[in-house]
């Protein structure tokens, strides 16, 4: 049985999506969310979807990493210290390489990765981590792991944060905090969507009907976040698993 | 933009050789039109005319200027 109780999560990208799916569940099985994300409205949508419990939100743009501290300092003067972290803000693009430059690249990698490692630096203080530790779960994507034409800026990225990933897990032991990528396959979410819609209809059917399994959902998702955040997944860390319907065995 | 620079930018980035563009130049004929062809033109509307064009719109498309109409005529001259 997993069991979130007395553990005080924090989630970003909770407003869409699967950080949105991530912060639902970990509050069904009695977490408290601290939820992170851009739009505001949505975010309080978030909010009113959570189980009952002490949660909190910020309507932040994680990239303004002066700010983070301040936030995270804030959510645990009120809920106490952090045992969990939810990486799941990120954006996508499909860019040819001809046309991409540091701007680009900047862009793609202050969401999707630097923001994720400089959180991580803050939760592994003393001061906001929890005394059992904590588990941190940076939600890649199987795009991590190979190779789409159009997509050296997002694969680049994923692929970073697997390798930030591995290097935290033995960095932070000793603290008793995990880290962990997940790598989701085509999953049923608006950023899914609005990417579908920069390629041709044939990569489009190609890229849907790869999966074995087909497409997946975001609860498919965090089945696997709320297991890597309990106590069950103690001996797992520096690991990358995907989660695709089988998409990266063809 | 003048037609002609929108033309060169074409020819540029979709490293067209041997094709004498023009606006009734048909796209969609072309040995080069790919995936990725498409791809560059995404990010030419983007980057030149700040327009998101999606590769349901170009499917749509065949000749350049036809691509000029849907990145919006008025933005050229």
Not at chain 1, 111 to 117: K, L, T
Request: proline fraction near 2%; charged fraction near 25%.
């Amino acid at each position: 049985m997993i069991f979130l109780k007395h553990k005080n999560i924090l989630v970003t990208g909770a407003s869409s999506g699967i950080g949105k799916e991530c912060a639902i569940q970990a509050s069904e099985l009695g977490a408290n969310v601290i939820c992170i994300g851009r739009n505001e409205n949505k975010l309080n949508e978030t909010i009113n979807s959570l189980s009952e419990g002490k949660h909190l939100k910020y309507s932040s743009d994680i990239t303004n990493y002066d700010g983070l501290e301040d936030i995270i300092s804030d959510a645990v003067s009120k809920v106490g210290k952090i045992s969990g972290f939810i990486h799941s803000a990120g954006i996508e693009n499909t860019i040819p390489l001809n046309k991409m430059n540091k701007e680009k690249y900047d862009s793609t990698f202050s969401v999707n990765v630097f923001s994720a490692f400089e959180i991580s630096k803050i939760l592994s203080k003393k001061k906001y981590l929890c005394p059992d530790g904590a588990s941190f779960i940076f939600i890649s994507s199987v795009m991590g792991m190979l190779g789409q034409a159009g997509k050296v800026g997002y694969c680049g990225s994923k692929s970073a944060l697997i390798g930030g990933a591995r290097a935290m897990a033995v960095e932070l032991a000793k603290k008793k905090i995990r880290v962990n990528c997940i790598m989701p396959g085509v999953v049923e979410t608006e950023m899914t969507k609005h990417m579908f819609e920069s390629l041709p209809k044939e990569s489009v059917k190609g890229i849907k009907n790869r999966a074995p399994l087909g497409t997946g959902e975001p609860r498919d998702v965090s089945n696997l976040t709320s297991f890597l955040l309990s106590d069950n997944s103690k001996w797992i860390t520096g690991t990358e698993m995907f989660i695709d319907g089988g998409y990266h065995t063809l | 933009m003048k037609t002609s620079e929108f033309i060169e930018i074409l020819v540029e980035d979709l490293e067209l050789e041997n094709v004498d563009l023009a606006v009734d130049t048909e796209l969609t004929e072309l040995d080069d039109y790919d995936s990725l062809a498409i791809m560059s033109i995404i990010a030419i509307a983007d980057e030149h005319f700040d327009t998101t064009l999606t590769a349901v719109q170009l499917a749509n498309i065949n000749t350049v200027q036809s691509l000029m109409d849907l990145i919006g005529s008025d933005k050229f001259e």
